[in-house]
Each structure stands twice: as structure tokens, then as C-alpha cells.
């Protein structure tokens, strides 16, 4: 999985956790390994799987009491190279699986990547036309209701009102009152 920025994953702690007798049962520093482990394994997409390497990242080793303690209570099992969450980590833990994950990231991406060619396509149209505006050029019904006459109106790219006062540069057109809102005297 994907570190911040690229792609952030979250851990959910469900609200029965409250009501679930095993969790209750915990001490501060075994819930404060639980909700670390949850939100680790979330992070690097191990689906609950805690390596005995990743426990120095959590603030425990194998010996400690509190891996004792939810191995004790029901809430991790032991394996040979690790610890896994009991239970199933979707529907019991409510967490999503990495697989889920990577395929919204992976749609995600994609429709980033037709949004930013869809601009860039205007802009390079726009550009062709002498102007670095979405809709100069855009040939509509004019005043006098000809076909074909080019709608004089401009419209901001923020905010979308019609304006004919412009601050203008080639990465973006701005109306008077957006160009102030970004950049106040």
C-alpha cells in the first residue's frame, strides 16, 4: 500500500467495539497495540496479518504482555512468522480489503488521468485559438440571435460567473473577485 498523499487508507474502529466484551476487557496499552496493529495493517495492505518485524513500529516485541493479552483475550492468533486478527477482517474487524483498496486507487487514478487530458485538451484548443479561456470561442445564439456569433461573455474558471474584467495568465483565468480571494493585499 500507498503511503500518505498517494493514496490514503484509514483504519475504522466500528461503534459495537464499545459494547464488545473482549475489547473492554483490554488494558490502555493493549487497545493503544490494537488500534496501531488495525491501522498498520491497513496501511500496507496485510488484510490483519502483523509480522513480528512490525511490532518494533507498534511499541511492542513478542514477549510483551500486551501481544499476551490479545492473543489471551481472542483478538490475535499466533502464527509462524506473525499474528493474525481473529476473525474476518471485513465484516468482523470492518476493515476494507487491500484489494478493494487498490481497485478504487486504481479507478481513482484513471479518472483522474481522462479529467487531466479533458483539460489539457481544452486548454490546447484553447490555446490554438489565441485564447487560454474554456469558452472564448464557443459559438452559440448571440444578442442579435444569429447562428454562429461568438458569445462575448466570459466566465471565471473558479467560480463560474460571467464577467468581462479578467486577470489573466496562461495557468488560469480568474474573475477580479476569485484573482483577490486567492492572493489578498
Known amino acids: 500500500m500507498e ?9 475504522r474502529l466500528p461503534g459495537r467495539f464499545l459494547t464488545d466484551y473482549r475489547l473492554n476487557e483490554l488494558s490502555d496499552s493493549s487497545w493503544r ?6 491501522m498498520w495493517s491497513n496501511e500496507q495492505g496485510t488484510d490483519g496479518f502483523i509480522p513480528y518485524s512490525a511490532l518494533r513500529l507498534l511499541g511492542a516485541n513478542r514477549d510483551s504482555s500486551t ?3 490479545l492473543i489471551d483475550s481472542g483478538v490475535w492468533s499466533d502464527s509462524t512468522d506473525g499474528y ?4 474476518d477482517w471485513e465484516s468482523f474487524w470492518g476493515q476494507s480489503l487491500a484489494v478493494d483498496v487498490e481497485s478504487r486507487r486504481a479507478s481513482n487514478r484513471q479518472r483522474q488521468k481522462m479529467w487531466r487530458e479533458k483539460v489539457n485538451s481544452e486548454l490546447a484548443t484553447a490555446r490554438n485559438q489565441g485564447s487560454v479561456t474554456r ?16 458569445d462575448l461573455a466570459k466566465r471565471c474558471l473558479r467560480c463560474g460567473a460571467k464577467t468581462s474584467t479578467w486577470i489573466t495568465d496562461l495557468a488560469a483565468v480568474l474573475c477580479i473577485r476569485c484573482q ?3 492572493n489578498p493585499l
Open 84 to 87: 493474525f486478527f481473529v476473525g
Open 180 to 182: 483577490t480571494d486567492e
Open 135 to 150: 469558452y472564448v470561442g464557443q459559438e452559440r445564439k448571440g444578442r442579435q440571435g444569429e447562428e454562429g456569433q461568438v
Open 33 to 38: 497495540l490494537l488500534t496501531c496493529s488495525l
Open 67 to 69: 501481544v499476551g493479552e
Open 3 to 11: 503511503h500518505c498523499g498517494a493514496g490514503v487508507t484509514d483504519a
